[in-house]
């Protein structure tokens, strides 16, 4: 996941009053060394909710605001107890 997918997802999180971390140097199962960044959430479905909510008020703050949503590549997770990391 880019960086800036992973800031704009935690900030969504975020503003709906829930908890996310950006992880910038994730090394994924399978990845053999190599890292990227990823988000730490409690669910899935939680971090879609939130996003969308997120969008909908940011673009009746301001239209031009659905230009600033970076792409959402197909994401890959792994299991950390609670939580979980997309990447």
Do not use: C, W
């Not at 730490?40 to 230009?67: R, W």
């Not at 600033?68 to 890959?76: A, L, Q, S, V, Y």
């Amino acid at each position: 996941m880019e960086l800036t997918t992973a800031n704009f997802l935690v900030n969504a999180i975020r503003d709906q009053g829930n908890e996310a971390e950006v992880r910038e140097d994730y090394s994924g199962r399978g990845m053999l060394g190599r890292t990227t960044s990823g988000i730490v959430v409690e669910s899935q479905s939680g971090l879609l909710t939130d996003v969308v909510a997120y969008i909908k008020k940011m673009g009746q703050e301001n239209p031009q605001f659905i230009f600033d949503i970076p792409d959402m590549p197909h994401f890959r997770e792994d299991s950390m107890g609670r939580d979980m990391i997309l990447y």
